[in-house]
């Protein structure tokens, strides 16, 4: 049989024998019997591949001889001894496939026939090398400066035994490579990474894949750095004199792919903000219907590509305009038919005043009346009734319509016949 078909043919034979029990090693000691044939290789009784060696010698007619065995070594850096490597038990077989191979490598063998009492002389040693391994595709190239991804261009290899592409991929800090990916058809021609970091760089290389399962060298190396977050917001403030808002400004972002800005709140600097709007200018007015309630805030930008900037090291903290101060009841007097009531001025927001009064109409029946607008500092009520108790309490309020607390309340009884004169 020729060594066109003799991979083929010594792999089933390699099946065959190692399905057996009991294999034949040689003695320590042996016997030799120079009298048993000598394995001689034919002609073409040597071919090898990347990751193979086959071997074919002449028939063995000798019936004594019972079966060969392998011996092999390795040359260059990984030198070995030759020693005994494997076993063949039949002296029918005339093909043995090596597949515990390394590419580019030199290996040695020796054959030696054995019978049932005896060993036969070694044969002369033979040299083989094993082929290189395939280079791998001849271009590749990395797109820069993605969003928290890299993609990896190639130029499909030339050789129609590739089945798929193996992506592989390192950081500068690790010297041990990751596979990530394996990109199938001999045609495909790019992959892309997904959730990567931001602004961190990555090394990729290519190595192809056979239907054989054959690997070839590894590719050239690209380089690829992922896209930087936009610049966190600088220069937050908040207002905290506005009537039922706050408003919120910032600089301008100078990222060139500008989307929008994200504005974040809580009730305490260190608490959970909650993003409350996406506006497209530096300020926002955060309205709200309590007086002197503060927030924290916090703002960031995104750009086009979804990246958002920083927000967890500046904050503003702003508040609603509080209410104004409650005015100091100073008299409260019956005079006559009249109520006299006058206070203090406390605080200079102050524009006007309510007069708020509650009195019994009935044993079940209570009426509270309302006297706005006032801009004295005294109220005077005569709508009163003999025999009546009435009840006043006065509230402040500013320019913007904001009310204070109440003053402290004052009660007043009227007599059952109140004096008109």
Known sequence: MKLLNLVTSCAVSLLILS?????????????VD????????????????INAVALEWNSITDPRVRGVYIYKGVLGDDAKEITYYDTVKSRYTTHYLDTKVKPETEYTYQFKVYSEKAEGKSSVAIVISTLPMMESVTWIHAVQDMPRSAKIIWRPHANEKVKAYKIQRRTLEAKEWTDVAVVKGRLSAEYIDYDLKDKFTYIYRIRALTYDNLISKPSKE???????????????????KLPKKIEIK????????????????????????????????TVYVDNIEEDAKKYFYKVSVVDKDGLESKH??????????SKPLAPDLVEAKLVKEKVVISWAKGDDRVKTYIVVKRYKKSLFDEAIEDYEDIKGLNFTDTEIQPAHTYYYKVYSVDEFGIKSEPSIEVELKTDKILDTK
């Open 19 to 31: 399905g057996c029990a009991g294999r034949p090693t040689p003695k320590s000691e042996p016997i």
């Open 34 to 49: 120079e009298s048993l044939p000598v394995i001689k290789l034919t002609q073409n009784g040597t071919k090898s591949d």
């Open 222 to 240: 690209v380089k690829v750095v992922t896209k930087p977050l936009p610049h966190s917001i600088e220069n937050i403030t908040a207002t905290k």
């Open 250 to 281: 910032w600089d301008s972002s100078k990222v060139q792919d500008f989307k929008n800005y994200k504005v974040y709140r809580s009730e305490s600097m260190n608490g959970s903000y909650e993003m409350i709007a996406e506006p497209m200018d």
């Open 312 to 321: 967890d090291e500046e904050s503003a903290q702003g508040s609603t305009l």
